[in-house]
């Protein structure tokens, strides 16, 4: 059964700093792994998706990696503002006998606050 | 064009009485999932549908949920006898194809007093 963790819980940090977020996931079986954002009482957001055949990708400001042999993924948020204060959720698509996409696994997300 | 919409916004229902969630996806997707997000933990899934089947429903956690989409687009989620622990925000998600990106609607909040 595939699980995946995040840390830190939360994170809080001044405007402009840099900082990454981290997930792990015990299956390396994966079909592709997200990187969402969820603003308090909202749906989910997709920020970025990497393929499982790929190492990383950007947008913006986010850049994500990914690590399929270790089962980690890292998200890079660079001169972080204020509007970027969000829970930060990684989620894994698994893969099922026949080789297909199969459902979305969560981590339990990590709660960023960016000051002033 | 219009995104995942989900109905309604906020549920709150006593325990024991029977409800109803409603998704319409994305125009055209054929593939439809929902999850359950209980409060401080991320979403989880329940079920997933392509077309009008339920190709997977290894999520549900007991059988007083049930779920249908009969023509193949809008899925209820059904909740019999509810209790507080069903108490959750619930999540829609559709994609074009089985394999493709997922996208979100905003939830459900479901309460049960």
């Known amino acids: 059964k595939q699980e995946v963790t995040q840390i830190p819980a939360a994170l809080s940090v001044p405007e402009g700093e840099n900082l990454v977020l981290n997930c792990s996931f015990t299956?390396?079986?994966?079909?592709?792994l997200q990187w969402f954002r969820q603003d308090p009482g909202k749906g989910l957001t997709s920020l970025l998706l990497?393929?499982?055949?790929?190492r990383e990708q950007t947008s913006g400001r986010l850049n994500a990696s990914l690590d399929k042999s270790s089962g980690r993924s890292t998200l890079y948020i660079a001169a972080s503002q204020p509007g970027d204060s969000a829970t930060y959720l990684c989620?894994?698509?698994?893969?099922?006998?026949?080789?297909?996409?199969?459902?979305?696994?969560f981590g339990t997300g990590t709660r960023l606050q960016v000051t002033l | 064009g219009a995104g995942v919409s989900q109905t309604p916004s906020n549920k709150v229902t006593e325990k024991g009485k029977y409800v109803e969630l409603r998704c319409d996806p994305i125009?055209?997707?054929?593939?439809l999932y929902w999850y359950r997000q209980s409060l401080g933990q991320g979403p989880e899934f329940l079920i997933y549908?392509?077309?009008?089947?339920?190709?997977?429903d290894s999520g549900l956690p007991n059988d007083r949920f049930f779920a249908v989409r009969p023509e193949g687009s809008v899925s209820t989620l059904k909740i019999q006898r509810t209790e507080r622990g069903d108490s959750a925000v619930y999540l829609c998600?559709?994609?074009?194809?089985?394999?493709?990106?997922?996208?979100f609607g905003p939830g459900t909040r479901l309460t049960v007093t």
């Open positions: 998600a559709s994609s074009s194809t089985r394999s493709s990106e997922q996208y």
């Open positions: 299956d390396s079986a994966i079909y592709n």
């Open positions: 990497i393929q499982s055949s790929q």
């Open positions: 989620a894994v698509r698994g893969v099922d006998s026949t080789g297909t996409a199969s459902k979305l696994t």
């Open positions: 125009s055209g997707h054929t593939a």
């Open positions: 549908f392509q077309g009008t089947g339920a190709a997977d």
